[in-house]
C-alpha cells in the first residue's frame, strides 16, 4: 500500500496500528502494509467497526499511546547501552546455517533471544545475564488491542492481531471474505486469479498485468485457446 494511505490509517487509528514503529523482532506490522491499494476502503471500514467495538475512552488511547512510545524509547536504551556478547556456540551454530550472509551481530541477537525464550527454566539467571546484559530489563506493557500484521496471502487480505474478543474475530473474518471478491489494486469487484501467484483482480486489471509483465501468462492463455479452437475444428470435421 502507498505510504500516503498507510500515515492516513496511522493517524485515525493510532491505537489499532501501535506496532507500526516497532522493530521486526516484536511485530511483522514494521514492514508496513504489504497488499495493494484497491483494499484500503476495506482495512478502513474494518479499523472503524473495530474501534467502536473496542470502546475505549479518550484516556485510555492517550494512556495506551504514551505506554508503547514509553517502552519503545527505553527497549532502544537498553539496546546503545546493553552490547552484543558474542557466544561461541552461537557463532558456531549461525555460521553453519549460513555461512554467505554472516554479519555476527544482530543475527547473533535474534538467535540468542530465541533459543532463551525456546526453553528459559533450563537456563539459569547468571546464564542469561551473561548473554542478555541490560536486555533482561525489556519492559513490553500491556497497551490494548493491537494489529500485528496486515499483508495478502493467497489473494486474500490477512489481518492478524492480539488476542481478541469474538465480534472482532468476526469483523476480521467479514472483511476477509470481502477481499476475496474486491480487486486488489482497483477496488472494484474481482475474481481470484491463480497463474503461479494467487491475486485478486478484476478483468481489467488483470489484462493490464499481463500487458506489462511480458504477458508471459497472456501469452500462454492464447495458445490455449488457439488449441482449444483447432482441437473443436477437427472434431467437427470428423
Given amino acids: 500500500m502507498d505510504l500516503k494511505l498507510e500515515k492516513k490509517l496511522l493517524k485515525r487509528f493510532p491505537v489499532i496500528y ?38 475505549y475512552s479518550w484516556f485510555q488511547k492517550h494512556k495506551f499511546l504514551f505506554k508503547k512510545r514509553l517502552s519503545r524509547q527505553w527497549n532502544k536504551w537498553l539496546d546503545k547501552l546493553s552490547p552484543v556478547y558474542e557466544d561461541d556456540f552461537v557463532v558456531r551454530f549461525f555460521k553453519k546455517c549460513s555461512p554467505i550472509s554472516f554479519e555476527g551481530q544482530e543475527e547473533i541477537e535474534s538467535l540468542r533471544l530465541q533459543m532463551l525464550l525456546k526453553d528459559p527454566m533450563d ?30 496471502k493467497f489473494g486474500i487480505l490477512r489481518f492478524y492481531t492480539t488476542a481478541c474478543t469474538e465480534p472482532i474475530y468476526k469483523l476480521i473474518q ?34 493490464e498485468y499481463d500487458y506489462k509483465n511480458g504477458t508471459l501468462n497472456g501469452i500462454k492463455r492464447a495458445k490455449r485457446a488457439i488449441k482449444k479452437q483447432i482441437n473443436t475444428k477437427k472434431k467437427t470435421i470428423q
Avoid at 539459569?124 to 525489556?138: A, D, E, P, T, V
Fill in 18 to 55: 501501535q506496532q507500526y514503529y516497532d522493530d521486526a523482532q516484536s511485530t511483522c506490522l514494521c514492514w508496513g502494509m504489504t497488499h495493494d491499494n484497491g483494499w484500503f476502503k476495506i482495512l478502513w471500514d474494518l479499523s472503524l467497526a473495530i474501534e467502536k467495538e473496542l470502546n
Fill in 123 to 152: 537456563i539459569s539467571f547468571q546464564k542469561k545475564l551473561r548473554l542478555l546484559g541490560l536486555k533482561m530489563l525489556y519492559w513490553y506493557p500491556y497497551t490494548g488491542f493491537a494489529a500485528t500484521q496486515v499483508k495478502e
Fill in 174 to 207: 467479514e472483511a476477509e471474505h470481502i477481499s476475496s471478491i474486491t480487486c486488489e489494486v482497483c477496488g472494484k469487484p474481482g475474481t481470484l486469479r491463480i497463474d503461479g501467484w494467487y491475486k485478486t483482480r478484476c478483468d481489467h486489471c488483470q489484462e
